[in-house]
């Protein structure tokens, strides 16, 4: 039963990213309650952590639960910079992993890209302030522009999502159909709905080369 509320769970986090916490309360309390008659094992640990992340929530924690989260432990560590001193302009350098993220694992770039040089499993998670390239197949979830930018993309090498989203707009499984297993990118439209374009890959045809090809 459980395994069905996974886009309501990332929208959740997604609103709180956004500083919508009302919305990711009401979301993590929904989720709780259909969950506490599940009873199995799987479904128990996972509504305890619904609980533990709407206990962060209400004390104005708006990020993921440290338990689940890669990206942003070290700069906790690191001491806030001083008033007088101010960081250079210029873009973050993309966050990159190379491993496979497998299900249950979060992974979320803070004010950048993110570049996973790997499969996204089902049931795992990606979210990036910026754009999100997988280079591999994307089976679990993944939303770029996490805090409201809304011209950024995700794109992938074989598109098998849970969910995909930009902002707040999202596809789950059942709308990707025509380009299941397939090379494509995933942006909004101008209506802020999500629309999935096929991304060509390889070298361009001969026609092409001679200019008697199609246009896009």
């Known amino acids: 039963m459980l395994d069905t509320m996974f886009a309501t769970e990332t929208m959740a986090e997604l609103s709180a990213r956004q ?9 993590y309390r929904h989720l709780i309650a259909g969950g506490e008659g599940g009873g199995q ?21 708006a990020g993921p639960a440290a338990a689940t989260t890669t990206d942003e432990r070290r700069a906790e560590k690191e001491p806030a910079p ?3 001193v101010t960081e250079p302009p210029g873009p973050r350098p993309s966050l990159v992993v190379r491993e496979t993220v497998r299900s249950g694992q979060v992974i979320y ?4 890209d993110l570049i996973v040089v790997a499969a996204v499993n089902s049931g ?16 679990g979830r993944a939303v770029a522009g996490a805090r409201g930018q809304r011209d950024v993309q995700v794109f992938c090498l074989a598109l098998e999502a849970e969910l995909v989203g930009v902002d707040t707009g999202y596809l789950l499984s059942d709308d990707l159909a025509a380009h ?11 209506d802020g709905r999500c629309v999935v374009t096929p991304l060509p890959l390889g ?11 199609r246009r896009s």
């Open 109 to 112: 770039a803070d004010g950048r």
């Open 180 to 190: 299941w297993g397939a090379p494509a990118r995933v942006a909004l439209g101008p």
């Open 124 to 139: 795992a998670q990606v979210m990036a302030d910026g754009n999100v390239h997988v280079y591999g197949a994307l089976k």
């Open 82 to 84: 001083r008033p007088d």
């Open 19 to 27: 500083g919508r916490l009302a919305d990711a309360v009401a979301i």
């Open 41 to 61: 094992a799987a479904d128990t640990a996972r509504v305890a952590q619904w609980k533990a992340r709407l206990a962060e929530l209400g004390t104005g924690s």
């Open 203 to 213: 070298r361009p045809a001969p026609a092409a080369l001679t200019g008697h090809g």
